[in-house]
């Protein structure tokens, strides 16, 4: 084992110890660094003691490293990824910052040190106020409810739509109108006496009184039967009345 991978287990071992949680390993297609070394992920968080311990914090960083052949005496590969709330244009700008400050620490173990900056880089820019509100923010755009397009309306969709709702407000109307109103007024049915001596067989005029004594009546099945019952009644009744006028002219 060459004495720089005796370093850099040295260094990984300290990182589990004091980081546990935040520092996992991850494989190399993960991590988005150009190598087939060993890559290791640490989760940062702005520094805030008023956050309860199983709160969400507003922002979370990913910082991703992989050590290189001669590391600490040449740079660490980096990356950083917003894991909660970071703008992609300040991951740039971290990254940067961070690569400047490992070109600065060759020749000794820096990763805490990246992350004891990263954190602070956190604190900066995206303090309490500023990571409420940009939390905020991502909250509303998941909470964004998104209309979905319905089917054109045309012509021929509106008419069946508008059939179907008359026939719909039609029925709700029957359910909610009284039995009585829903039977179908019909005339009252006569015998034929009743018809006859009504006056429509000879074509008088009926008087709204009579009309209404005669629907006080009960209702009778207008059928053929009682017509046939009441033929030879209708007859005497005829023939009365033709022998009552008849009958002045003849003592004349």
Known sequence: MTEYKQEQDMEIEALEAILM???KE?????????TSNRCFQITVIPQDDDLEESAIP???LALVFSHTENYPDEAP?????SIRGIHVSDLTILKEKLEQEASENLGMAMIYTLVSSAKDWLCEHYGQDDAADLAEEEAAKEDEVIVPHGEPVTLETFL???ERFEAELALERAKLMPDSAL????????????WFESGRARGTVVTADQESEEED???????DEDFEDDEEDML????AEKSDSSAPSSRT
């Open 21 to 23: 949680d935040e520092f």
């Open 26 to 34: 991850i494989h190399s297609s993960e991590s988005g660094l150009n």
């Open 58 to 60: 507003p922002v979370q």
């Open 77 to 81: 590969l980096l990356d950083v990824k």
């Open 160 to 162: 069946a739509w508008r």
């Open 183 to 194: 039977t179908v007024n019909k005339e009252k049915k006569l015998t034929g006496r009743q």
């Open 217 to 223: 009546e009960e209702d009778i099945d207008f059928e």
């Open 236 to 239: 005497e009744h005829y023939l």
